[in-house]
T-cell receptor, first 114, second 116 residues
Framework: AQSVTQLGSHVSVSEGALVLLRCNYS??????LFWYVQYPNQGLQLLLKYTTGATLVKGINGFEAEFKKSETSFHLTKPSAHMSDAAEYFCAVKKQTGANNLFFGTGTRLTVIP | GAGVSQSPSNKVTEKGKDVELRCDPI?????LYWYRQSLGQGLEFLIYFQGNSAPDKSGLPSDRFSAERTGGSVSTLTIQRTQQEDSAVYLCASSLANRGINSPLHFGNGTRLTVT
């Protein structure tokens, strides 16, 4: 079975500071991994994904994440936070084979302090 | 092009009433998913439709929940005899799904259901 744990339901950073949102997964087989972002009153948007190949993946809006198999992690980072980054971020996992439905973490709400 | 459309955007209903939530997927997307987003619970998978295959209903929380997809396009999620714990945002997503091949999910803005 696949599952995702996001440490920290709320994260606050100052504008310009490093953003680090943590995600750990458990999966019996190598998974595909995703980060989605949900801005207020909007649907979820795909930020980035890891399928195969390079373990450091870059997404939209300057975000990136690194797949670390040894740590079963897929943490999301951005070097310098912007006010517009304030949103809720969800990590998700799916098996490489079989159905395409995703299993999501409980989300991390990012607040950016001016 | 048009994204995933859900209606209504908000629904308030009395406990015990039935509700229907609608999802129009992106044209050409063969896969459709329903998720429930409750406060502090993240996104909970409910049901998944793929083409003409039997749907994966493994996430439906009780037999009061059902969904259908007519003509491989529009889907309706029905909740019978609503309870207060059904209050949540119900999200629909669609994708160009091929088993084993990554295909990103495109989400609608959701229907916020409040059961009073």
């Amino acid at each position: 079975a696949q599952s995702v744990t996001q440490l920290g339901s709320h994260v606050s950073v100052s504008e310009g500071a490093l953003v680090l949102l943590r995600c750990n997964y458990s999966s019996s087989v190598p998974p595909y991994l995703f980060w989605y972002v949900q801005y207020p009153n909007q649907g979820l948007q795909l930020l980035l994904k890891y399928t195969t190949g390079a373990t450091l993946v870059k997404g939209i809006n300057g975000f990136e994440a690194e797949f670390k198999k040894s740590e079963t992690s897929f943490h999301l980072t951005k070097p310098s936070a912007h006010m517009s980054d304030a949103a809720e971020y969800f990590c998700a996992v799916k098996k490489q084979t079989g159905a395409n439905n995703l299993f999501f973490g409980t989300g991390t709400r990012l607040t950016v302090i001016p | 092009g048009a994204g995933v459309s859900q209606s209504p955007s908000n629904k308030v209903t009395e406990k015990g009433k039935d509700v229907e939530l609608r999802c129009d997927p992106i044209s050409g997307h063969t896969a459709l998913y329903w998720y429930r987003q409750s406060l502090g619970q993240g996104l909970e998978f409910l049901i998944y439709f793929q083409g003409n295959s039997a749907p994966d209903k493994s996430g439906l929380p009780s037999d009061r929940f059902s969904a259908e997809r007519t003509g491989g396009s529009v889907s309706t999620l029905t909740i019978q005899r609503t309870q207060q714990e059904d209050s949540a945002v119900y999200l629909c997503a669609s994708s160009l799904a091929n088993r084993g091949i990554n295909s990103p999910l495109h989400f609608g803005n959701g229907t916020r259901l409040t059961v009073t």
